[in-house]
Nanobody, 116 residues
Framework: QVQLVESGGGLVQAGGSLTLSCTASGSIFIGAMGWYRQAPGKQRELVATVGRDGTTNYGEPVKGRFFISRDNAKIAVHLQMNTLKPEDTGVYYC???????????WGQGTQVTVSS
């Protein structure tokens, strides 16, 4: 049973920073990991992903402000969020995909609120 456990959400003022972390347990065969977010009334959207080789991909709204990193030994992924804006508010979900089966895994979500 694969579980993704998130931490680090909270309330921050615009212009501030937060770091989200996610650790996987139950399998070492996790390929790409990343973060998605969902704001009230909107669809879930890509924030950032990182492959086992370190290759990164960012959603357009966060490019240049957010940075994703990965610790393969701990099967963990971290998201450094800088210069936060009110429009970054939402529930952030950790995501992982099995290396071979391509099965997807999701964390329970962590709330990020950016006040103006």
């Amino acid at each position: 049973q694969v579980q993704l456990v998130e931490s680090g959400g909270g309330l921050v003022q615009a212009g501030g920073s937060l770091t989200l972390s996610c650790t996987a347990s139950g399998s070492i065969f996790i390929g790409a990991m990343g973060w998605y977010r969902q704001a009230p009334g909107k669809q879930r959207e890509l924030v950032a992903t990182v492959g086992r080789d370190g290759t990164t991909n960012y959603g357009e709204p966060v490019k240049g402000r957010f940075f994703i990193s990965r610790d393969n030994a701990k099967i963990a992924v971290h998201l450094q969020m800088n210069t936060l804006k009110p429009e970054d508010t939402g529930v952030y979900y950790c995501h992982g995909r099995h290396v071979w089966t391509r099965e997807e895994y999701w964390g329970q979500g962590t709330q990020v609120t950016v006040s103006s």
